[in-house]
């Protein structure tokens, strides 16, 4: 019988985070169990600090709220942690802690709401004795064995928007646009808002570029009366014969994604600007995708995904992932979900044993932005 448990917000926030906790606070209310949140994700086990959660207390007002109000870490690998050790920083598993101290507060269950990475510190967290049930996370839409995250249909609802105002000014000047958006791995956000905002070219991480079938299609726009063109690229895409642009390295966060990309767009714009002779722009979008209230959309979603997870451990079916399956609520092991990352405690984001959902080749909107000659860089 579950009586006691707790949620934790992990990884970089998103919008839909409240709306989700809303809806474990209030299904487990209406079945009687006491929910609880840890403060800043997985930092919060180890550091035995949570707040309890009650929709008329500090879990009230929360379905329209962007961020999380239980805060969310995304560096933190407890299996990996770096702890000061005679004046060096060293890094040890720090698991067993977090775990006794779950144990220690009475936690039947922890509701992990993260991306890839926290869902392979979830998993692993199940090995070591914790019951677990996982929420899909994360703008990207890359959480393998999930069709949609929520957040994700805020973020492109926010790059489409970016897209029509670019629109206005790049037809005024008759000028290319570039529109960074997020996607490190995966580029469901560019090409989805692509679609969505009538762009030109949609440049994702899953297709290396040739930057001749992009200089292509704006001669084509360009000698066929059309004097701008509009383009979104993913943070993490690459020309056929180059690498991902990386802004900075953080060797200390060992245990998740230590990468910050960003970039790709402005080189874009320049090579563009080069290779056409038409003046270009670069906008990076960056964290407004990530900011602010929830779409409708993305409200239904989280409250959905909310209530389903509070349902399975009433059910006490631990140890899985929240998923839509052809748009019905279900879900997934998280075992499944970690895919051949199966070590405990190892890096996972942008890994080669990586489990993340990329775009692939027969998808729906890669076939719909080829129909509508949307140049996808190949
Ligand atoms: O995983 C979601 C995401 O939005 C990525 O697309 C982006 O690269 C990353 O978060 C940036 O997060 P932060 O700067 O908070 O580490």
Redesign the pocket.
């Known amino acids: 019988m579950v009586k006691k448990v707790a949620i934790i917000t992990n990884?970089?926030d998103c919008p839909g985070l409240n709306a989700v906790i809303r809806a474990i606070v209030k299904t487990a209310e209406t079945h009687g169990v006491e929910c609880y949140g840890y403060i800043e994700g997985y930092k919060g086990l180890l550091e035995n600090n949570y707040i309890k959660l009650e929709s008329n207390g500090s879990a009230s007002g929360l379905l329209h709220r962007g961020g999380t109000i239980i805060g969310a870490s995304?560096s933190t690998n407890l299996f990996n942690y770096p702890v000061e050790e005679n004046g060096q920083k060293v890094y040890k598993d720090m698991s067993y802690k977090a775990v006794e101290n779950v144990k220690q507060a009475g936690f039947d269950c922890i509701f992990t709401l993260g991306?890839d990475g926290t869902q392979k510190s979830a998993r692993d967290f199940t090995l070591r004795g914790l019951n677990i049930i996982g929420v899909p996370k994360?703008?990207?839409n890359d959480v393998a064995h999930s069709e949609i995250t929520f957040g994700y249909n805020t973020a492109v609802s926010v790059a489409t928007e970016a897209l029509d105002r670019l629109h206005s000014t790049a037809e005024s000047h008759h000028r290319i646009m570039t529109l960074e958006v997020?996607?490190?791995y995966a580029g469901w956000i560019a090409l989805e808002s692509a679609i969505a905002g009538g762009a030109d070219a949609a440049i994702i991480p899953e297709i290396p570029y040739d930057i001749n079938k992009i200089v292509e299609k704006v001669n084509k726009r360009k000698a066929d009366g059309k004097k701008f063109s509009i383009i979104v690229v993913s943070?993490g895409a690459k020309p056929k014969d180059g690498e991902m642009i990386v802004k900075k390295t953080m060797n200390d966060g060992k245990g998740l994604d230590n990468i910050?990309?960003g970039g790709i767009g402005e080189k874009l714009a320049r090579d563009l600007e080069e290779l056409t002779g038409m003046v270009s722009r670069n906008t990076v979008l960056g964290y407004v995708?990530?900011g602010g209230t929830p779409t409708a959309y993305d409200r239904v979603l989280s409250t959905k995904y909310g209530s389903k997870a509070m349902e399975l451990a009433l059910e006490g079916k631990f140890n899985v992932l929240v998923t839509l399956k052809n748009g019905k609520l279900d879900s997934v092991p998280l075992e499944e979900v970690v895919g051949n990352n199966k070590e405990i405690g190892a890096r996972s984001g942008g890994t080669e044993s990586t489990n993340i959902k990329r775009v692939t080749m027969d998808d729906d909107l890669v076939k719909v932005a080829r129909d509508l000659d949307i140049c996808l860089g190949d």
């Open positions: 990884g970089g995304n991306g994360t703008i990207d997020m996607g490190r943070e910050r990309l995708q990530r």
